[in-house]
């Protein structure tokens, strides 16, 4: 449930126009609260404002289950945990926090009704200086609305959320130099480098990551075709390291008991510690190795961390937000069934097609070993 937008108490500023502030902000909070994956693309957005405003306090609204990745970003001195399963109760909690922290810029790079009430909370507009996407990049576009600082329309040609969060950052903070990395210490470097080896030891180039898929998102490929997969790959000569986190514990249980005793297949189940992740992947990288996973925050964050990565990519659509490289395009492909359906690829949360999702069952283990092996 969200608060009302409507009302005499709310104003909404005319498009283009900036509000009162005109100094250096010394409060900004960034508002992007789900899900891992768009959290990863935003980075770019805390970056440019931390170099820009040095001296500024940053803050940032996030959901709990993506504040791991937050806390502890270098720079950025608060979180506020906003408690999605708490209904409407996390609104006047959030309000108040926020109320506290008195933001003069508030910088919505979620753009969507929900961000745009967080906004709101933040303070009001006669104060706060509201900046975030142009209006035809907001899902719920009344939610644009609230702003009284939009970023310029993007070309259609510009239409990846990367792109759109670059863009966003170039808004607020000019002439910074993008980054979309998620600023892991020197410690976290190492831990990185000391988990890969505990997981796989002595990995290196040609040995693969596989990021089974949650079950029952119309985004996954079976967990038995990763099963296939890392049995094909390590057939191969390479060692494979099958990951899966909280939500996809049980198949990466499952896959475990059934490719027990793999000497060149290793198993990270239930991993939750979302930097540690992303130290493993910067160490992999690093190493030259590659991921292969489904469209999910965990292949964002691993091209985040300069990790090559293929995405196994069917309702969503891969120029939007499909793997996105700093490094290059061509260490972030995604790879499609060789006769995808014609509704692929629809964007939709559950498939309607007659046979289930076969823009993802259509991806062949064979295709997709192939593209593995490349390198």
């Given at each position: 449930?969200?608060?009302?937008?409507?009302?005499a108490k709310?104003?909404?500023?005319?498009?283009?126009?900036?509000?009162?502030?005109s100094?250096d902000?010394?409060?900004?909070?960034?508002?992007?609260?789900?899900?891992?994956?768009?959290?990863?693309?935003?980075?770019?957005?805390?970056?440019?404002?931390?170099?820009a405003?040095?001296?500024?306090?940053?803050?940032?609204?996030?959901?709990p289950?993506?504040a791991?990745?937050l806390?502890?970003?270098?720079?950025?001195?608060?979180?506020?945990r906003?408690?999605?399963?708490?209904?409407?109760r996390?609104?006047?909690?959030?309000r108040?926090?926020l109320?506290g922290?008195?933001?003069?810029l508030?910088?919505?790079?979620?753009?969507?009704?929900?961000?745009?009430?967080?906004v709101?909370?933040a303070?009001?507009?006669?104060?706060?200086?509201?900046?975030?996407?142009?209006?035809?990049?907001?899902?719920?576009?009344?939610?644009?609305?609230?702003?009284?600082?939009?970023?310029?329309?993007?070309?259609?040609?510009?239409a990846h959320?990367?792109?759109?969060?670059?863009?966003l950052?170039?808004?607020?903070?000019p002439?910074?130099?993008?980054?979309?990395?998620?600023?892991?210490?020197?410690a976290?470097?190492?831990?990185g480098?000391?988990?890969?080896?505990?997981?796989?030891?002595?990995?290196?180039?040609?040995?693969?990551?596989?990021h089974?898929?949650a079950?029952?998102?119309v985004?996954?490929?079976?967990?038995?075709?990763f099963?296939?997969?890392?049995?094909?790959?390590?057939?191969?000569?390479?060692?494979?390291?099958?990951l899966?986190g909280?939500?996809e514990?049980?198949?990466?249980?499952?896959?475990?008991?059934?490719?027990?005793g793999?000497?060149r297949i290793?198993?990270?189940?239930?991993?939750?510690?979302?930097?540690?992740?992303?130290?493993?992947?910067?160490?992999a990288?690093r190493?030259?190795?590659?991921l292969?996973g489904?469209?999910?925050?965990?292949?964002?964050?691993?091209?985040a961390?300069?990790l090559?990565?293929?995405?196994?990519?069917?309702?969503?659509?891969?120029a939007r937000?499909?793997?996105?490289?700093?490094?290059?395009?061509e260490?972030?492909?995604?790879?499609?069934?060789?006769e995808?359906?014609?509704?692929?690829?629809?964007?939709?949360?559950?498939?309607?097609?007659?046979?289930?999702?076969?823009?993802?069952?259509?991806?062949?283990?064979?295709?997709?070993?192939?593209?593995a092996?490349?390198?």
């Amino acid at each position: 449930m969200l608060p009302r937008l409507g009302g005499a108490k709310i104003t909404f500023p005319p498009e283009g126009l900036r509000s009162a502030v005109s100094k250096d902000p010394e409060r900004i909070l960034i508002v992007r609260m789900s899900h891992l994956g768009d959290v990863v693309c935003s980075l770019p957005v805390f970056h440019a404002l931390r170099e820009a405003f040095p001296s500024a306090e940053i803050a940032w609204v996030v959901q709990p289950e993506f504040a791991g990745l937050l806390e502890g970003l270098p720079g950025l001195q608060r979180v506020f945990r906003f408690g999605r399963r708490d209904g409407w109760r996390a609104w006047p909690r959030l309000r108040r926090e926020l109320a506290g922290f008195r933001a003069d810029l508030v910088v919505d790079a979620q753009a969507n009704l929900k961000s745009a009430a967080a906004v709101w909370c933040a303070g009001p507009a006669n104060r706060v200086r509201r900046a975030g996407p142009h209006r035809d990049d907001w899902r719920e576009r009344f939610g644009a609305r609230i702003l009284s600082d939009p970023a310029p329309r993007l070309p259609p040609t510009r239409a990846h959320a990367v792109d759109r969060m670059v863009a966003l950052a170039s808004h607020v903070a000019p002439g910074v130099a993008p980054r979309f990395d998620a600023a892991l210490t020197q410690a976290e470097l190492a831990g990185g480098e000391s988990l890969l080896d505990e997981l796989l030891p002595g990995a290196a180039r040609g040995d693969r990551l596989l990021h089974v898929a949650a079950p029952g998102d119309v985004r996954s490929w079976p967990p038995e075709r990763f099963g296939e997969l890392a049995e094909r790959l390590a057939a191969s000569g390479r060692r494979v390291l099958l990951l899966s986190g909280p939500r996809e514990a049980d198949a990466g249980r499952a896959l475990e008991a059934r490719l027990s005793g793999r000497d060149r297949i290793r198993h990270c189940v239930g991993q939750r510690d979302l930097r540690a992740l992303a130290s493993l992947f910067a160490a992999a990288g690093r190493r030259g190795m590659r991921l292969v996973g489904c469209d999910s925050g965990p292949l964002h964050l691993a091209c985040a961390s300069g990790l090559a990565a293929y995405a196994l990519a069917g309702p969503q659509d891969a120029a939007r937000t499909g793997p996105w490289s700093p490094r290059g395009p061509e260490l972030a492909r995604a790879i499609h069934a060789a006769e995808p359906p014609a509704c692929a690829p629809c964007l939709a949360r559950r498939c309607t097609h007659a046979d289930g999702p076969v823009c993802m069952t259509g991806i062949g283990v064979e295709a997709v070993l192939e593209v593995a092996l490349a390198d």
